[in-house]
Structures are given as structure tokens and as C-alpha cells.
């Protein structure tokens, strides 16, 4: 603790008494200073206890001596000493008055005691002060690593860093959730300063931000005061650490937070070589599996993915879409098992949309960043492998970290959904813009045939216009609307096109005739039926039909083709607005 005025007046080789202030000597004295100025107001800077003799003082004038001390009180003067003996042989009682009346503490300094000792006393209590300190700052750091290195992690950290500062203290992961907190009543404080931790979040690291401590809540609780700093060394944050305090941070704390942030960045931002080192593995273990050794890629997993293979996963092909900076994701992600710091300096400088923003820049980089958090959360593995401009995410079937993957979609696809202009839908997708394909479950052994499923599902998604498509629905629903392609649809219109201009000179309706037989299987009776035709009639309507397109309809590969160019060229149902 800094002096105070009350440690002076108690240090036994001072001597010194007090004639004012009796109840302000617990106020911190930040140094002692000498001046015998008149008005000394603009060399002050605040907490100074000021050394005087009165040489050139009226002292003995009550006006300007009120004058004199209303203005060092104005400056943070937080105590005179007045030296009997050289000027005065007693404290002028206009000095004293004024000093009462302005609540000033005013100490008698004796002529045996120089000011210099009064000076060294302060300097000695101050160096002493900021030695405690950092001693404590040291200790903590111990205790810091300690926590960190232990089998708790950063949960046991948080927890003697709360102890430290004699408040709460919380971590947020990549994600924005809160992974860890302390005391047990922390969680809830914590939740409310979510928003906050993601603003943080959105900003380069390192970074940071102080929140509350002003006011009071609803209840007439007063506020604490919070302070937020990001966790990470490259453009994007890996998570937030909060503190909360009921006054701001001392020395020993501030360290302590300091050394807990450091810590908590070493945790969170792995070693460049052991990422590396972890992606060739996770690349390793993929092409395995793809080329059909699940035995050779278990060996090859380990500890590390070996959890992984021994329950269906899902396997998820991600990409970004063309625009809102997903040239920088492309690069990014493209150097994730060769150089991160590369990867996050293009995106320094990377000057397109949404650049200054690390999660628009990176949307991949979002994606991986909330599924590997809810993985971690719930003690999953999920193996992450970059592919040029794109990502391949194995993931366990019904785990967190595919829930979370829907739920970021979902998230998105609400937000294009509110977005009306063009230019707010570019912006509507927290971290750009991405399309996603999902496998059904599958074993090891089956990965081949869940990669190609991953793939078409990302096929649809693009051209459905959709963030995320499970294989599932894709198999459970129709083929129809994967027609709804430009290039199906010239296709289909160069097919017909012979067709529907023969129709043109009113010489017979063969592209409907067509339509009624193929729909009922070539029943001749049953469609003529529908168009109301003798069989007779479509018989030589559909060999004008094999004579105008020069294919034989006896073909079932013809019929098919037919059918879909029919489907893929008819007008849309029109429907009514309710």
C-alpha cells in the first residue's frame, strides 16, 4: 500500500503533528515537494503532500491565505507541511483557519526535521510499495503457471487469477461462450458482458476495453468495473479474458492480469511447428481413410483423432463464396498447415470489403473456430484439413461441433433473410459468406463414399443458393429441383427446340402429345385419353416425334432425356398471393 499521511505523522524520527484535517490522513501521498511559490498550483500534478516555510507567504492575511489553500485543494494537494522555525515560530492561525475550513491536512514540521527526511521517508514507502507489489506480481505468476500447466487448465487459472484481485474472472472462447469462471456465482456476471467480449472480438488482437464501474444496476447495485482483453498474437482473436473488480486494478493485480493473459494466449495460440505438425497428421489420417485403409489411418491417429474413428462422424466439405473477402479466406486457409503468420499478414493487407474485419476476412476461419470451441467444450475430436479453397472437417455424428455447424448456418441464412438490399446481404453473414456440404453418418471404412457425399451436398447448397445442405435431404427429397440450372436448361431447350418450332406452324402439338405419353409409360390408350386424341393420332405424332429429333424412343436413355428436358423447360405453377 502507497503512504499516507498517517504513516508520516507515525514514523518516529519525523516528529510531526497535525493542526487540520485529522480525518483525511488516510489519503495516499503519491510524493513530498518543496516549494515556496506563491502560487505553486502549476507545478502540482495531484496526491503531492507540499513542503512549505511560508518565506514568501502573507501568512498572517486570512484572505490570502483562504485564497492559497483553496487553490492547492483545487489541484490535488492532499496535505501542507508548514516547517516552524525559519520563517514563523508558529503555524500562522489564518493558515490554520483556512486549512479547517477547506479540509486540508496541515502537519507541523519541527526545525530539527529537514525537509529531505520527510522527502526520503515518502520515496523509501513508495519504493517499498511498488517492491511489495512486484513480488506479488511474481508469486501470482507462479501460481498462474502453475494452474495453467495443471490438469485443470485455464478453469483452474481463472480461478486464482479471481483470488488475486479479490474479484471474478471469466474466459470466452473463439466462439464468444463463456469456458470457464470464478468465483461459481462469476458464470452469470459473465453472461451479461457477452456482447462486449464479441465487439472485443471483432477487433485486432491485442486489444482491449473497460466497461462499468460507473453507475448502478437496476436494483441499486453498484456496478463493477470490467475490464476485457483479447487473447491472441495474430489478426484474429482466440478468445476474451474479463476481470471484474469493485475499484480499478493495483500494481500486483494489474500484473497478475498480465501474466494471465500471457498464459492464456500461450494456451489458446499453439506453437507454429505443433500446429503444422497437427495438420500433416489430420492429412495423413484423411487420405487414408479416403484411399480405403481405416486400419493404417486408426494407427496413424493415435490419441490425437483415434476417439474420432471408433463412432460415425460426419464429414463436412466447406468453402466461401466468391465476394466479401473470400479471396483472403482462400489465402488464409490455403496457408493454415504451411504459415499462419503469412496467412494473417495478407489479410493485413488486404483492402477489399469487410477487410477490417478479421471475421469477414476469414470465414472459414469462423466456421472451424466455433466448431473446434464446442469440440473442446465437450471434450471432442475434430480433424480439420485444409484442401487449396477449401476445408474438410471430420466431426462426430450428433456432437456439438456439427450442432454448431447448423446452428452458424442457420444463423446466416436469417440474416440474408432480413437483409432486403443487396448490399446489406453482403453484410448480413457474420464472417462472409459460405456454403457448406454435409455427409450422412458414416464408419471409417465408408469415408470415400461420405467425402462424395460431403461434395454433393455442397454442389446443391451452391446452386440452391443455400449456406448448408445435408446429403440426407438430399437423397430424401426430389431430383427436380436440381434442374434449376442455366446450363440444364439450354439443354433442354436445344433438345426440344426442333420440337416446339414444328409446333409453331400449327402442323400438330407434339411437345404435349410427348409429355402425355412419357407420363403414362407409353400407354398409348391412357394418353391419348388425356389429350383427347385417337391412339392413332399419338401413334404418328410420336413417330413424327422420332423423325423430327432423329432418336428412337424405343430408347429408354432417350425417354429419360426427354422427360427431364420437359420438366427442366415447364413454366412454373403460378400461385396465389393470400
Not at 131 to 141: H, I
Not at 147 to 151: L, N, P
Not at 189 to 201: Q, S, Y
Not at 574 to 578: A, Q, V
Given at each position: ?19 487540520a ?15 515556496e ?15 512549505i516555510?511560508a ?5 498572517d492575511d486570512?484572505?490570502?491565505m ?16 508548514f ?5 514563523y515560530?508558529?503555524?500562522p ?6 486549512a ?15 525537509f529531505?527526511a ?12 511498488q ?11 507462479r501460481?498462474?503457471?502453475r ?5 485443470e ?13 479479490d474479484?471474478?474472472?471469466?474466459l ?9 469462471a470464478?468465483p461459481?456465482?462469476?458464470?452469470r ?13 471483432a477487433r ?5 476495453v473497460?466497461?462499468?464501474?460507473g453507475?448502478?444496476?437496476a ?10 482483453q483479447?487473447l491472441g ?28 493473459v ?6 489458446t495460440e499453439?506453437?507454429?511447428a ?13 487420405r ?26 460426419r ?13 483472403a ?6 496457408a ?6 503469412a ?18 476476412a476469414d ?19 475434430v480433424l480439420?484439413v ?9 466431426a ?17 441464412e ?9 448490399r446489406e446481404?453482403a ?6 459468406d459460405?456454403v ?11 469415408a ?5 457425399q460431403?461434395?454433393q ?5 451452391r ?27 439450354a ?15 400449327g402442323?400438330?402439338?407434339?411437345v ?16 391419348a385419353?388425356?389429350?383427347g ?12 416425334v422420332?423423325?423430327?429429333?432423329g ?5 429408354p436413355?432417350v ?9 427442366a423447360?415447364?413454366?412454373?405453377t ?5
Open positions: 500500500m502507497p503512504p499516507t499521511l498517517a504513516s508520516l505523522v507515525h514514523h518516529t524520527a519525523l516528529k510531526l503533528s497535525v493542526l484535517g485529522e480525518d483525511r490522513l488516510e489519503t495516499p501521498v503519491r510524493w513530498a515537494h518543496v516549494s511559490l506563491a502560487d505553486p498550483v502549476p507545478y502540482m500534478e495531484g496526491g503531492e503532500l507540499l513542503l516555510t518565506m514568501k507567504l502573507d501568512a486570512p484572505d490570502a483562504a485564497r492559497y489553500v483553496r487553490r492547492l485543494v483545487g489541484a490535488g494537494v492532499v496535505g501542507l507541511g516547517a516552524v522555525g525559519v520563517a515560530d508558529e503555524v492561525s489564518a493558515l490554520v483557519a483556512a479547517k475550513e477547506e479540509g486540508l491536512p496541515l502537519l507541523v514540521v519541527p526545525r530539527r526535521t529537514p529531505i520527510i522527502s526520503k521517508a515518502v520515496s523509501a514507502a513508495i519504493a517499498a510499495d517492491y511489495r507489489a512486484v513480488t506479488a506480481g511474481f508469486e501470482a505468476q501460481e498462474l503457471t494452474a495453467a500447466i495443471g490438469a487448465g485455464p478453469a483452474a487459472l481463472v480461478a486464482r487469477l479471481a483470488a488475486h484481485v474479484g471474478w474472472a471469466a470466452y472462447d473463439a466462439s464468444g461462450s463463456v469456458v470457464a470464478a461459481d456465482w462469476a458464470a456476471r459473465a453472461a451479461r458482458h457477452t456482447a462486449d467480449a464479441e465487439r472485443l472480438r485486432p488482437a491485442p486489444a482491449s473497460v466497461v462499468g464501474g453507475g448502478a444496476e436494483g441499486g447495485e453498484a456496478t463493477d468495473r470490467v475490464e476485457l483479447s498474437t495474430g489478426r484474429r482473436t482466440r478468445g476474451v479474458l474479463a476481470v471484474g473488480t469493485g475499484a480499478p486494478l493495483g500494481t500486483a493485480e494489474r500484473y497478475a492480469v498480465h501474466s494471465a500471457a498464459l492464456l494466449t500461450l494456451t499453439r506453437s507454429r505443433l500446429r503444422e505438425a497437427e495438420q500433416r497428421l489430420g492429412t495423413a489420417v484423411l487414408m481413410l479416403l484411399a480405403g485403409e481405416p486400419d493404417h489411418a486408426r494407427a496413424v491417429a493415435g490419441r490425437l483423432y483415434g476417439g474420432l474413428l471408433d463412432a460415425p462422424f464429414m463436412l466439405v466447406a468453402e466461401a463464396v466468391p465476394g466479401g473477402g473470400t479471396q479466406s482462400h489465402q488464409q486457409h490455403g493454415y498447415a504451411a504459415d499462419e503468420t496467412a494473417e499478414a495478407a489479410a493485413e493487407a488486404d483492402t477489399s470489403a469487410g477487410a477490417g474485419d478479421p471475421d469477414r470465414p472459414l476461419g469462423v466456421l472451424v473456430d466455433a466448431m473446434e470451441a464446442a469440440a473442446a467444450r465437450t471434450g471432442e475430436a480439420v485444409p484442401d487449396g479453397e477449401r476445408l474438410i472437417v471430420l462426430p455424428d450428433g456432437g456439438a461441433a456439427v450442432a454448431v455447424c447448423a446452428e452458424h448456418a442457420e444463423a446466416i436469417s440474416r440474408r433473410g432480413a437483409a432486403t438490399r443487396p446481404r453484410a448480413a453473414a457474420p464472417g462472409g459460405l457448406v456440404g454435409l455427409s450422412a453418418p458414416a464408419g471409417p471404412i465408408a470415400a463414399a461420405a467425402y462424395r460431403a461434395e451436398a455442397l454442389s446443391v447448397a446452386r440452391r443458393g443455400r449456406v448448408l445442405v445435408e446429403h440426407e435431404h438430399v437423397a430424401a427429397g426430389s431430383l427436380l429441383p436440381l434442374l434449376a440450372d442455366d446450363a440444364v436448361r439443354f433442354a431447350d436445344g433438345m426440344l427446340r426442333a420440337l416446339h418450332d414444328h409446333d409453331a406452324t402442323r400438330g402439338d407434339l404435349a402429345s410427348l409429355r402425355a405419353w412419357l407420363s403414362r409409360h407409353g400407354q398409348w390408350d391412357a394418353a385419353a388425356d389429350l386424341v385417337h391412339r392413332h393420332t399419338l401413334r404418328y405424332r410420336m413417330r413424327r422420332e423423325e423430327i429429333l432418336r428412337s424412343l424405343d430408347d436413355d425417354r429419360m432425356e426427354l422427360w427431364l428436358a420437359l420438366k423447360t415447364a413454366p412454373a403460378p400461385t396465389l398471393k393470400s
